[in-house]
């Protein structure tokens, strides 16, 4: 089956630190992957996604290319701020037929900036 | 684009009690719409994929029974919890996947059974 593997947490920056969260996946056939984010009390966010083997989704300064042969989709963001403090998700989608598109996430990295 | 409420955001009942949440795409339509529930500090946990005008497929463990799903059309999906009890007591996420992207998220419902 499928599954998605995170960098558990938590993570503590300074703000303008460098940020990198790993994800690694597994699965068959060719997933879509993305990355959520999470405010305290709040749903998710999509934050950036990849179709298909070398695409990078970017979105507010964060960027993840998805890597067929590491099967691989780390975030990154060169500098973080205190306003990136939340919960990151890391999540894959089957696109096979009959699937349904579900989604397959991490267990969720918690990224705390300090000012 | 791509926003998806819920509603209502909070929700405290009597055990015993049913509690419906409404689950809305506001300007796109959702071909399918997922219900998830989390746990305090912890990943989501989807309980059952809907399709307009057909039967939710529930997961594994999950009791179709007791989480009524209905989804009436291509933007509203509603979870109904039936004879709430406090272990029910969760975050509750709906979330909605447009034609050919990717899924997008409510903000959540919080439900509290005393």
């Known amino acids: 089956g499928n599954s998605v593997t995170q960098m558990e947490g938590p993570v503590t920056l300074s703000e303008e630190a460098f940020l990198t969260i790993n994800c690694t996946y597994t699965a068959t056939g060719y997933p879509s992957l993305f990355w959520y984010v999470q405010y305290p009390g709040e749903g998710l966010q999509l934050l950036l996604k990849?179709?298909?083997?070398?695409d990078k989704g970017s979105n507010k300064g964060f960027e993840a290319t998805y890597r067929k042969e590491t099967t691989s989709f780390h975030l990154e963001k060169g500098s973080v701020q205190v306003s990136d403090s939340a919960v990151y998700f890391c999540?894959?989608?089957?696109?096979?037929?009959?699937?349904?598109?579900?989604?397959?996430f991490g267990k969720g990295t918690l990224l705390t900036v300090n000012p | 684009g791509a926003v998806v409420s819920q509603h209502p955001s909070w929700v405290i009942c009597k055990s015993g009690t049913s509690v419906k949440i409404e689950c809305r795409s506001l300007d796109f339509q959702a071909t399918t719409m997922f219900w998830y529930r989390q746990f305090p500090k912890q990943s989501l946990m989807l309980m059952a994929t809907s399709n307009e005008g057909s039967k939710a497929t529930y997961e594994q463990g999950v009791e179709k029974d007791k989480f009524l799903i209905n989804h009436a059309s291509l933007t509203l999906s509603t979870l109904t919890v039936t004879s709430a009890h406090p272990e029910d007591s969760s975050f509750y996420i709906c979330?909605?996947?447009?034609?050919?992207?990717?899924?997008?998220f409510g903000p959540g419902t919080r439900l509290l059974v005393l």
């Open positions: 999540a894959l989608s089957d696109e096979g037929s009959g699937s349904n598109y579900k989604l397959t």
């Open positions: 979330s909605a996947r447009a034609f050919g992207g990717a899924q997008y």
């Open positions: 990849a179709t298909k083997a070398d």
